[in-house]
């Protein structure tokens, strides 16, 4: 089976979070795999799924309990299996903004996401390890500053290197986490001291990294996109 985009269902009027499994490409289309029935009607947003080489497939979402805790839960399918079990819950307590996933060519997943410190917004990030199965939460923040974090976005290159871009305060940081020493690089801001939004991230095969973003710097705040 071969994994397709996951989806948000709405059956009964609760959401649910779930995946489509596709089998081959003329093939017909399994039945959804609901991951999370929910008791509320809330979700902090859409699945993000990544796929290692070996057919292991992951999806990172957030979960609304019914006392209205949100978590971040990443659920894994094993090439032999059909079905998505948990394999890591974060903490309860704030959860803010969509997760963003990658997966390293040995196919250790990263997953970033912002939590409140400090009465902030961070930006957080969980590894896995795809040969014991371990997730290792990173001690440090992936963001410094104590202003609140949008919109995360994560991308790994062909080494396994790991770069985030995230709005900062209106601006666009980036850090980079090296495959050999697991650490995060201190942030950069890309924007100098001009605002941005809707970061996203691309790589190329060489491993340079190239983030976009956009800012209103036209007549009438018409929108224009840098890089």
Known sequence: MRPCLPLLSCAAGLLAAGVLACAAPAGAVAPPNVLTPMTVDAI???ARPVLAADGTAHVAYLNVNESFEITLRVAERTPSSTDFTTVYTSGTGA?????????????????????????????????????????????DPVSTSTANVQEPDLITDAHGNMTATWIDNGHIDAARRSAQTGEWSAPQTLTGDRSGGHPDIAVDGDDNVTVFWSWSDGPGGATSTYS
Not at 101 to 122: C, F, L, Y
């Open 95 to 139: 959860v803010f903004e969509n997760p963003a996933a990658a997966v390293a060519p040995n196919g250790d997943v990263t997953i970033v996401w912002a939590t409140m410190s400090g009465g902030h917004q961070v930006l957080t990030s969980v590894t896995s390890n795809h040969a014991t199965g371990e997730w290792t939460m990173d001690p």
């Open 44 to 46: 902090g947003g859409a």
